[in-house]
Structure formats: C-alpha cells, structure tokens
Nanobody
C-alpha cells in the first residue's frame, strides 16, 4: 500500500509559475518511480511528467516540454516536485501524483493515486 500526498496547487495568472510537491509513503525502504497526471474538466487523465526511482530518466509530455520540470528531492526519499513555468490556461486541471515502477507510472497503471491538487490558470 502506497499513500501519496500532493500540495502546491492554486490560482495563477497565465505566464506565472507554480511548484507542486508529492510525498509517497509505504511500508518499504524502496524508492519508487513517480509521476504527475492531470485531468482537465471533461477530459481524460493524461500523463504530464515522470521520473525514475533514481532520477536518471525523466519524461515530459510534448505540450509541457521546456515549461515543466520534474525532479526528485535528493534528501527526502520518494518526494518529487513539478516546477511549472510559463503556465497557460490549458494547463488548468486537477494534478494527481502516482508512484510505482517507471513503466507503471508511464502507463498510469500503478493503482496508487494522491487526492489531487487543483491548478487554475487564468487568462
């Protein structure tokens, strides 16, 4: 069982920045690959960014490349961040954190999700 807690969402004007945080906890000493999905109103949940358990591999969706950066905390295990810059109105949605193997994260198939954090970008 993995528990995930996200934080950092909010309301921001277009062009602004936000940083999301996610902490995963479980009864294991293992490190997880982790990722961020977002779900806009009326749309399916989609992968935004992912990072491997060691941080050596990362993925960003095409529409956020160059604007969003996913990273791991080097000091706190299973903590990841999503730095979002140059935000656009189309980035609005609920952002969910997930954790598992890298393949599971990329496929949205971990079975573990946080409660979500709302990001609203006003134009």
């Amino acid at each position: 069982q993995v528990q995930l807690v996200e934080s950092g969402g909010g309301l921001v004007q277009a062009g602004g920045s936000l940083r999301l945080s996610c902490v995963a906890s479980a009864r294991t000493s293992s490190s997880f690959a982790m990722g961020w999905f977002r779900q806009a109103p009326g749309k399916e949940r989609e992968l935004v960014a992912a990072i491997s358990d060691t941080g050596s591999a990362t993925y960003q969706a095409t529409d956020v490349t160059g604007r969003f950066t996913i990273s791991r905390d080097n000091d706190v295990k299973n903590t990841v961040y999503l730095q979002m810059n140059s935000l656009k109105s189309e980035d609005t949605g609920v952002y969910y954190c997930t954790a598992g193997t890298y393949g599971q994260v990329r496929g949205g198939a971990t079975g573990y999700w946080g409660q979500g954090t709302q990001v609203t970008v006003s134009s």
